[in-house]
């Protein structure tokens, strides 16, 4: 793989790392905060079957027109909380996250994607995936305070 088809974005969430894998496998968490701004992910678009061999699928919703944008993957990995791994059925991207205890209450969420298409290697297209990791960053932020 070259570095074009290769994106890797690291987070760090002040909360244990059991909760933020939790936000990530739950469709009533990943309908929080799951898609860029401007988008809502409803709960009832969501499926997940956390298991290697599983289905992980979301329907995202323009707010604007109610366009809607389909993600439909199968799991590849779940190690929890240390890991996740899809494979995007369309477009052959592979998405790998990890969540590492840094010991300190803090949990570093890498996400790494290989192989991806074209139009997500755009500077928009990243742009936007970072506002949805802002939205998961700031709903874990919410729901640590709320425990």
Do not use: C
């Not at 002040?14 to 905060?33: C, I, W």
């Not at 059925?89 to 592979?94: E, I, L, R, T, W």
């Amino acid at each position: 793989m070259t570095e074009l088809d290769e994106l890797t974005y690291r987070r760090g969430d002040r909360a244990p790392r059991e909760l933020v894998f939790e936000g990530m496998t739950t469709p009533e968490h990943l309908a929080q905060f799951w898609g860029p701004d401007g988008t809502a992910t409803p709960v009832d678009g969501i499926t997940v079957d956390l298991r290697p061999g599983g289905v992980f699928e979301t329907m995202m919703v323009n707010e604007v027109d109610g366009s809607q944008y389909a993600m439909r993957a199968v799991y590849q990995d779940v190690a929890p909380p240390e890991r996740l791994v899809w494979r995007e059925a369309a477009s052959g991207m592979v998405t790998t996250i990890t969540f590492n205890d840094l010991g300190d209450g803090t949990t570093e969420v890498v996400t790494h994607q290989a192989n991806l298409p074209a139009h997500y290697r755009t500077a928009g297209a990243r742009a936007g995936f970072a506002t949805s990791l802002d939205r998961f960053d700031a709903y874990i932020a919410a729901m640590t305070v709320a425990n």
